[in-house]
Structures are given as C-alpha cells and as structure tokens.
C-alpha cells in the first residue's frame, strides 16, 4: 500500500507540473504536436484514475489551458462521478470559472458545445457564470458570438429583452436605452462612436471607417485595459503614434518581464531607472508582505534555449528574470548567478550553453540557506555535471539538509511526460508565473518521493480551502 501511494503521489505531481508549464504550444526542444499528444495523455490517464485529485489541481497554481481542458473533461464524464465528488467538483469549477478569463471561458462553453456536452450540470454551471458577469452589456458587445453560443447551448433567455434584441435581432431596433449597446450601433456610421467602445470592439469599426492607425490608438488610448496598453506601446512608436502611457508598476511580474525582454538592449540601458523601479514593485507586490527567506542563491537560466519558441517567444527567460527580481524582495541576502556569467540582469538576452552545474557550485560557496535554480533542465556544458554536483552535496557534504534546494522549470518536457529533472533527490516543480514560486517552493517537496499520498492529499485539501474560501470572501 505504501508503494502505491508513492506511485499515486508522483503521478499527481507529474500531472500538476504539466499543468503548469504545458500549453500545447511549441517548447525549444517538442513540438506542438508533441505537447498536444503528451499533455492529452496525461488529462486521460488522471481523470481515468484519480478522479477526485484531478479535480483538485483546480485550486493549485495551474494555467488557464489547462484549467480549461480539466473543467471540460469533468463536465463531459459527469455520470462517472459520486454525488460527492460531483459536489465538489462544482465548486472548484466554479471557482476555478471565476478567475479565467471571460474570453478564455466562452471559447470553452464553445467547445462544450461543440462536443454535444448538454447536461444538466453543464447547464447549470453556464447559467450561474453568466449571471455572475457583472456587466452583461459589456460581454455582449466585446464577446458577442460567444454570449449568444452560451445561451442558445443552455437554453437560457437573455437577461432583458433589449439585450436578447441585440445578440439575436441587432436590426430589430432603431435605437437602445442602455448607453453601451446604442454606442455599438452609432458606431456603425459614427467615427466619434467608436471611441467610446471597448477597444478589441473599437478595432474593428476602426478598420471598417478606414480611420489612420496611429490616430486611432491615441484616441483609443483610455479605453485601454493595462495589459492592451502593454501589449501596444511598441506598435504604437512603429506607427508614429503617441507612446500609449500606462504605469509599469501594476502590471504583473512575470507580464511585465516579458515585456522587457522584447525591448532591444539600447531601449533596456535608456529606460534602466523606470523599468527596474517598475519591475521591483511588481516583485514587492507578488510576495504579499511575505519576506525573511535568508541568505538565498539563485542559479538562472540564460542559454540560448531561454528563447523558448516563437509562439511561447522568451517566455523561459522571463520567468528567470522575474524570480531574479522576487527572490531580491524576498531574501534578506541574495546571490544571482546568471549560467552566462552576466550580472547585469536587466540586459540579460538567450545565447550560450548551459553550464548549470559551474553555477551551482557557485552558488553553493556562497553558504546560502536557499539555494533556488530556475532552468529547462538541459544541463550541458558538460553534461549531467549538474545532477553530479547535487549528487555529492547531498550525500556527503549535506546529508542533513541544512540548504534547501528547489529546482524550478518553466519548461514542460513532452517525451518524458514530466519537466526535465537535475537529480533524483533534489524537488523539481513546473513553473509558468514567478509570481507563484512560493507556493510552488511548497509543493516541490513532495517531489522526492519521500512523503505519500496521505500528505499530498492533506497539502491539496489545504489548498481547497484557501481556494473556496477565497471565492466565498470575494462574493
């Protein structure tokens, strides 16, 4: 029974770092379609296994892909489940609803769809989503096919009847009493109309009236969420438009990571003292208050496989950048060891070997508490010299675990079904956000395969807990 358990606990970390780290999307070393048939295996094998733990990486620190993919497959198998496991499962998925995307969440009542998945739990869980979306007339404008797919597939009325005539019969009226809606119609001949829209609405009627590109972008700058601002400053300068202004301080890390590093390294050297102050303040924010981790070193991957893939574009390397910057807010001490050599962290770039295993030993002189690397795992320069180091440290040098040591890879290994490892006693954890290294730090030490099933089920329902709780204090 223990070596079940055993072999039950590494599946489900196996299955949390997927879900963490995996999109489906091309990675440096896999394809999409190997990520696909990988990540597809393991939500089969879980569900068809361990039903109610699969349902439990809902309230862990997991992407909205696959989020999405493990609230579809619950509600597909619904005859498979307890009264119970039903029960809860409801209340993770709605949970889990509330904090998606609402974009990413109609795409998945599509898909629902799509696949005939009508009961009446599904239902349900539309009907009460739907109701909770705190401006139906906002959704109905910026999601408009996706709002009127639910409804139909649900079989449920439109809130009112002027927003049942305008998702179903747009033409039906000559003019609307809520301000959004009618905004929608007037923009249809009314230049100064689309200004008032959303802006992913406003694009549209913005390329129907041929309005000049750059003008329009900095009319439409204060309808802009932070993240549409981002994304668009850079297309903004292309275009001889104004820069769209936003405040880098409240974007999210590892976001706003992503966005330095698409920077070129003159921009980087020029804006230094606003892009370090923004990227720190994003870090203070991630830890919560949360400080005193000691004296921590940090191993950080910079090699040339960072760069990730064009559809996942350095994403491997901001994750790296931003932990630099959280562990700098969380450590009283901090020792950054970039695998390139460099020091300079905020003109950091993919290029190079991986000499994981020189850095560690590096990092290790330097007496630290924690010792944290954030790497794909490739150790090569020389090959398996990492896991050797490791090897050696914990057996002779530190038998008792006076440095903890947590490998963290934001890079999802399709062939072996798990992240790539540096040693066998050494916790890896898949990582997606910096912004959740300390509850991953967590998670990763039942990855040694030291602790059982009992206390990863104890660790998940802790989890849960915090999970509901949190959705019950927000209503």
């Not at 370090?276 to 870090?283: E, K, M, N, S």
């Not at 030291?450 to 990863?456: D, N, S, Y």
């Amino acid at each position: 029974m223990r070596a079940e358990g055993l072999i039950a606990a590494e599946d489900v970390l196996l299955f949390a770092n997927a879900a963490i780290t995996s999109t489906a999307q091309r990675e440096f070393h896999s394809d999409a379609y190997e990520q696909h048939l990988s990540l597809d295996f393991l939500h089969a094998y879980m569900i068809g296994n361990y039903r109610d733990l699969y349902a439990a990486t809902l309230a862990l620190d997991i992407n909205d892909h696959n989020a999405a993919l493990i609230v579809r497959r619950l509600l597909e198998t619904s005859t498979e489940a307890t009264a119970e496991q039903r029960r809860t499962e409801g209340r993770l998925i709605a949970r889990r609803l509330a904090a998606l995307p609402p974009q990413r969440v109609y795409t998945l009542f599509a898909a629902l769809r799509r696949a005939k998945v009508n009961n009446r739990r599904t239902r349900a869980i539309m009907r009460d989503w739907l109701a909770a979306r705190p401006d139906p007339a906002f959704d109905a404008v910026k999601y408009r096919t996706g709002v009127k797919k639910a409804l139909r597939h649900a079989h449920l009325p439109a809130p009112e009847k002027e927003l049942g005539d305008f998702l179903f019969a747009p033409r039906a009226r000559r003019q609307y009493g809520t301000p959004l809606l009618e905004t929608w119609r007037r923009a249809h001949y009314e230049q100064a109309a689309v200004y008032e829209l959303p802006f992913t609405v406003a694009e549209g009627f913005a390329a129907r009236h041929g309005i000049d590109r750059a003008a329009f972008l900095e009319r439409i700058a204060p309808r802009m969420t932070r993240l549409e601002r981002l994304r668009l400053q850079e297309s903004a300068r292309e275009r001889g438009a104004k820069a769209v202004a936003t405040d880098l301080r409240r974007m999210p890390l590892t976001r706003l990571a992503t966005y330095v590093l698409g920077l070129s390294l003159d921009e980087r050297s020029e804006r230094r003292e606003e892009l370090t102050t923004a990227l720190r303040a994003a870090a203070r924010r991630a830890t919560g208050g949360e400080r005193g981790w000691g004296r921590v070193a940090a191993v950080l991957d910079d090699s040339f496989s960072a760069y990730g893939s064009g559809q996942k574009r350095r994403r491997p390397l901001a994750v790296a950048l931003a932990a630099h910057y959280l562990l700098e807010a969380l450590a009283d001490t901090y020792t950054p060891l970039w695998t390139s050599g460099r020091r300079d962290a905020l003109l950091t770039f993919p290029h190079g070997s991986t000499p994981l295993g020189e850095r560690i030993l590096d990092a290790l002189e330097t007496g630290p508490d924690r010792l944290l690397i954030v790497s794909d795992g490739w150790d090569n320069a020389p090959p398996g010299l990492a896991a050797e180091v490791l090897r050696v440290w914990r057996t002779r040098l530190d038998p008792d675990g006076r440095v903890s040591v947590v490998h963290l890879n934001p890079v999802y290994d399709a062939d072996g079904f798990d992240v790539r490892r540096l040693a066998p006693d050494v916790p890896t954890a898949g990582i997606r956000d910096a912004e959740d290294l300390p509850s991953l730090v967590g998670l990763a030490q039942f990855a040694t395969g030291r602790t059982g099933l009992a206390e990863l089920r104890a660790h998940l329902d802790s989890r849960i807990a915090a999970f509901l709780t949190a959705s019950e204090e927000a209503r």
